[in-house]
T-cell receptor, first 115, second 113 residues
Framework: EAGVAQSPRYKIIEKRQSVAFWCNPISGHATLYWYQQILGQGPKLLIQFQNNGVVDDSQLPKDRFSAERLKGVDSTLKIQPAKLEDSAVYLC?????????????FGPGTRLTVL | GQQLNQSPQSMFIQEGEDVSMNCTSSSIFNTWLWYKQEPGEGPVLLIALYKAGELTSNGRLTAQFGITRKDSFLNISASIPSDVGIYFCAGNDGGTSYGKLTFGQGTILTVHP
């Protein structure tokens, strides 16, 4: 079974530029998450989708971050404009069930460096 | 918001030694999980705990869900070089978001052969 795919793996941009990350979850997984992991910290949830609807985006900085999951499959996370403090690894995770607790599977992440 | 305090922050041990790390919370969690993350990869689930007082093993790993539901422990016995990585605890409070996890800061484990 293929795992969670993310691209690109690395991205370097200058502050005030825009950037987008892509995630393809495990086939059939209803729930998709985007996490931000700053160096030396644990992952922090940014947004959770159930199918193509947003369940929780309380920690998403909505003035600059946006995310969508069209057709309830793959997802994109965008930052516009980027700030220095956005330098982090952006992890995507998915899980099979929508309305119950089960294991989340993480992708390898996209490492963003903002100069 | 919820916070998890994980300790120690880092450990340097010799191959064959046992390792213990713990995680405490200011609030109650219904589920505790332990993950391992290696460089360039996402976290991988090691052990999940669903009941207060539960003790669960996975090979050389043993984890416990604290009775107060505010803490959890992970032990690794007879460490080997491939145990190197960052270990994270995570908790789920059972809210309506089903699966929202709060992570600790991580414990960096280095094993010297």
């Amino acid at each position: 079974e293929a795992g969670v795919a993310q691209s690109p793996r690395y991205k370097i941009i200058e502050k005030r530029q825009s950037v987008a990350f892509w995630c393809n979850p495990i086939s059939g997984h209803a729930t998709l998450y985007w996490y931000q992991q700053i160096l030396g910290q644990g992952p922090k949830l940014l947004i959770q989708f159930q199918n193509n609807g947003v369940v929780d985006d309380s920690q998403l900085p909505k003035d600059r971050f946006s995310a969508e999951r069209l057709k309830g499959v793959d997802s994109t996370l965008k930052i516009q404009p980027a700030k220095l403090e956005d330098s982090a690894v952006y992890l995507c995770a998915s899980k099979l069930l929508a309305g119950a607790f089960d294991e989340q599977f993480f992708g390898p992440g996209t490492r963003l460096t903002v100069l | 918001g919820q916070q998890l305090n994980q300790s120690p922050q880092s450990m340097f041990i010799q191959e064959g030694e046992d390792v213990s790390m713990n995680c405490t919370s200011s609030s109650i969690f219904n589920t505790w999980l332990w993950y391992k993350q290696e460089p360039g990869e996402g976290p991988v689930l090691l052990i999940a705990l669903y009941k207060a007082g539960e003790l669960t093993s996975n090979g050389r790993l043993t984890a416990q869900f604290g009775i107060t539901r505010k803490d959890s422990f992970l032990n690794i016995s007879a460490s080997i070089p491939s145990d190197v990585g960052i270990y994270f605890c995570a908790g789920n409070d059972g809210g309506t978001s089903y699966g929202k996890l709060t992570f600790g800061q991580g414990t960096i484990l280095t094993v010297h052969p």
